[in-house]
C-alpha cells in the first residue's frame, strides 16, 4: 500500500503523508532533493521524513556537536543556525547537512567556520558563501577550500607568466593590493575558480593549458568577480596542492591533500548523474561529452523542450555560458534521451 502521495508543478514536489495527512513541499534547491526523489519512488516514508526536515536534521546534528564540544559556537535558535550567535548563510548550513550525510567530522566545519569569520571583509564572506556553492568546492579537514587554476604549459600564471605554480608553491600578494569590486571582471590579484571556469575545456583554459589544484584559506578570500558566471574568485594567498587529476567530488580532503593523487577512484555514487531532463536545471555547471566525443564544460543558461517532426524525436536544447562575459549563452547543444547519461552534473 502507498503511504506518499505526491504530484509535480512549477514550484517542486507537493507531498502528502497518507497515514497522517501530513503535507510537504521541497523543490530543487533542498539539499537532499535526490533521496527525497528516490524516497517518494519507493513509496518510502521513514527515508522521506528523515530528510526532508533540514531544520530537524541540523538540530540533531548539532546537539551531537554540542555534547563533544561544548565551546563548538554552534547552535539552532528558532530554526536559524547560529555560529558566535551570528546566522550563517543558507548555504553553509546546507554544507552541514551535506557532511552530517557524508561522515565528514564536525571538528573540520567548524575550522572552515572559524577561519571565514577571520576574513576581515563583510563583502568577501557575504561573496564567498555564493562562490561556494555555485561550484561545490570541497573543504579541507584544516578548515580550507580547493579549487581550481588554469596555468600555462610550463605552470607560470598566464597572465605575467612570472609566478610559478608548482606543487608545494605557495603564492601570496598583498591583500590591499587586490582589486575588493566585484563588478570589475578583470583586474588585480590571485586567481582560482571553479570547475568550469579554470578546469579542463573550461572557459580559461587552452589545449596547452595546465590544470592544478589550490588550497585556499576562506580568510584570504577577497573578491568573487560578476562575469563568467561568477566562476573565478580573487585572493591574496593559495598554496598549490597537487596536479589535476580529475574533478573533485568527495565533500572534504585531509588537510595534506594527500588523497587528490587518487580521487578518480571515488565512488561514483558521489556524482550527480542525471538521467532525466526535468532533473537538469539553470545555473547547473555541467560537463558532457560532445559529438566528436570531447569533454565539454558549460553552465546552463537556459533549457528548451523541442518535438521534431522530421524523425518524430524530442530534443532538449540546452543553452551554455562558456566564454562570455555578460553571462549570456553562447554555446547551444542538443541532446535527445539516448544522450541524457553523457551529462554529469558536477
Not at 9 to 38: A, C, I, M
Not at 166 to 180: A, C, F, H, K, P
Not at 227 to 255: A, H, I, W
Not at 290 to 311: A, C, F, T
Request: proline share 3%; with cysteine; glycine share 6%.
Amino acid at each position: 500500500m502507498d503511504e506518499l502521495s505526491f504530484v509535480q508543478s512549477n514550484d517542486g514536489w507537493s507531498v502528502v503523508v497518507l497515514s497522517t495527512g501530513k503535507s510537504y513541499t521541497f523543490d530543487h534547491d533542498h539539499p537532499e532533493y535526490g533521496v527525497l526523489l528516490q524516497a517518494l519512488d519507493d513509496q518510502d516514508l521513514e527515508l522521506f521524513e528523515s530528510h526532508i526536515n533540514i531544520v530537524q536534521a541540523v538540530e540533531t546534528y548539532v546537539e551531537t556537536v554540542n555534547e563533544s564540544d561544548t565551546d563548538s559556537g554552534i547552535e539552532v535558535v528558532d530554526g536559524v543556525v547560529l555560529y558566535n550567535g551570528q546566522p550563517l548563510h543558507n548555504s553553509m548550513t546546507t554544507r552541514i547537512v551535506e557532511n552530517m550525510r557524508a561522515g565528514v567530522p564536525y571538528e573540520n566545519m567548524l575550522k572552515f567556520l572559524k577561519n571565514l569569520m577571520d576574513n576581515p571583509s563583510f563583502n568577501s564572506v557575504k561573496q564567498l558563501y555564493s562562490f561556494l556553492e555555485k561550484h561545490a568546492l570541497p573543504i579541507t579537514s584544516d578548515g580550507h577550500f580547493l579549487a581550481y587554476k588554469t596555468v600555462d604549459s610550463n605552470f607560470y600564471d598566464k597572465y605575467t607568466q612570472t609566478i610559478k605554480n608548482s606543487v608545494g608553491e605557495v603564492v601570496t600578494m598583498d591583500r590591499n593590493l587586490i582589486d575588493d569590486d566585484s563588478a570589475k571582471g578583470c583586474s588585480q590579484g590571485l586567481h582560482a575558480g571553479g570547475l568550469h571556469y579554470a578546469g579542463p575545456g573550461g572557459t580559461y583554459n587552452s589545449s596547452d593549458d595546465n590544470v592544478v589544484i589550490v588550497k585556499i584559506n576562506p580568510r584570504d578570500a577577497v573578491s568573487v568577480p560578476n562575469d563568467f558566471n561568477q566562476g573565478k574568485l580573487r585572493t591574496c594567498r593559495y598554496e598549490v596542492v597537487s596536479l589535476y587529476n580529475g574533478p573533485m567530488v568527495k565533500p572534504c580532503y585531509k588537510d595534506d591533500a594527500s588523497e587528490l593523487d587518487s580521487y578518480r577512484e571515488a565512488p561514483e555514487v558521489q556524482k550527480s548523474i542525471y538521467t532525466d531532463f526535468e532533473d537538469l536545471r539553470v545555473d547547473d555547471s555541467i560537463k558532457f561529452e560532445s559529438w566528436s566525443g570531447d569533454l565539454r564544460y558549460g553552465v546552463v543558461y537556459e533549457i528548451d523542450y523541442e518535438y521534431d517532426e522530421w524523425d518524430d524525436h524530442d530534443y532538449t536544447c540546452v543553452k551554455l555560458c562558456m566564454s562570455n562575459t555578460d553571462n549570456e549563452p553562447n554555446a547551444y547543444v542538443w541532446f535527445d534521451a539516448d544522450d541524457m547519461c553523457k551529462i554529469e552534473v558536477l
